[in-house]
């Protein structure tokens, strides 16, 4: 293939791109019917010339007819007052109209088979008109429809899918960290205030054991009520008086050393 040729080929298949783009269906649809209306009405106009010059080559075979059968009377009057000369005249009058008549109704059969195919012709255009105005409805809708179906697809498709769905998923994971952080912070609130209250069962139980350890040492009463002499004269000379103090003091200081370190 030549460069000329490939050229040319180019140049075809853009025109031809150029002019399929230029072609809107509704503006199409549109001029095909006003056209279509166009041949009507000149279809119309050439039904109605047909039928006129029908009705004046019937009008004139009417006529000629007329003719013929007067001469053929005038004939029939000469030859009966037997003036021959007369009678033949008539009859060459007549035949004149009868040649004339024959004509006449040769073109008039014509023309009214061309009348019955131009009716013909004028129901089917109107047929199809009306048949074109039903379809370009239709294809209209169509065409609407597809305008609005490719609109919505460019929209959906110019959405940032992906980065819409993201936002959603960091949203969703602040949320959760969110709510984490608070369910952390009412169980940590949770777990101190019950340190505090088994913070107060435990010194609660020592103080206890504490008093109830004094209440065990301290003498009983009827033992502070007894003379000095008495007390002196209970005590066993192998444990003097002072030395049961220190064994007691002792046990006592070890006794705190234990509540200290608890």
């Known amino acids: 293939m030549g460069l000329f040729d490939r050229i040319k080929r180019v140049v075809s298949a853009n025109l031809n791109d150029l002019v399929s783009k230029a072609e809107d269906p509704e503006k199409?649809?549109?001029?095909?019917?006003?056209?279509?209306?166009?041949?009507l009405v000149q279809l119309r106009q050439g039904v109605a010339q047909a039928i006129a010059a029908q009705k004046r080559t019937e009008k004139q075979y009417n006529d000629a007819q007329s003719e013929i059968n007067k001469w053929q009377r005038n004939?029939?009057?000469?030859?009966?007052?037997?003036?021959?000369?007369l009678a033949r005249q008539a009859l060459e009058r007549k035949k004149t109209f009868t040649?004339?008549?024959?004509?006449?109704?040769?073109?008039?059969?014509?023309?009214?088979?061309?009348v019955e195919s131009l009716k013909?012709?004028?129901?089917?255009?109107?047929?199809?008109?009306?048949e074109a105005k039903t379809?370009?409805?239709?294809?209209?809708?169509?065409?609407?429809?597809?305008?609005?179906?490719e609109q919505l697809q460019g929209m959906v498709q110019s959405m940032n899918t992906n980065s819409a769905m993201a936002a959603f998923e960091r949203m969703e994971e602040k949320v959760l960290m969110?709510?984490?952080?608070?369910?952390?912070?009412?169980?940590?609130?949770?777990?101190?205030?019950?340190?505090?209250?088994?913070?107060?069962?435990?010194?609660?139980?020592?103080?206890?054991?504490?008093?109830?350890?004094k209440a065990s040492l301290a003498p009983a009463p009827e033992q502070q009520a007894l003379p000095q002499a008495q007390t002196e004269a209970t005590t066993t000379?192998?444990?003097?008086?002072s030395q049961s103090n220190q064994?007691?003091?002792?046990?006592?200081?070890?006794?705190?050393?234990?509540?200290?370190?608890?």
């Not at 199409?28 to 041949?39: G, K, N, S, T, Y």
């Open 28 to 39: 199409m649809l549109e001029q095909a019917i006003l056209e279509m209306q166009e041949d």
């Open 75 to 85: 004939a029939q009057l000469a030859i009966q007052k037997g003036d021959e000369n």
């Open 99 to 114: 040649e004339s008549s024959a004509a006449l109704k040769a073109s008039l059969d014509q023309q009214i088979v061309q």
């Open 120 to 130: 013909r012709n004028l129901i089917q255009l109107e047929s199809k008109i009306s």
């Open 135 to 149: 379809k370009k409805e239709m294809l209209k809708a169509r065409i609407t429809s597809a305008k609005a179906q």
């Open 178 to 213: 969110q709510e984490a952080r608070a369910q952390s912070a009412a169980e940590l609130a949770s777990n101190d205030l019950e340190m505090q209250f088994a913070a107060l069962e435990s010194g609660s139980d020592i103080d206890d054991e504490l008093a109830a350890l």
């Open 237 to 241: 000379p192998s444990q003097p008086a």
């Open 247 to 262: 064994v007691v003091d002792k046990e006592l200081e070890e006794l705190r050393k234990q509540l200290d370190q608890m």
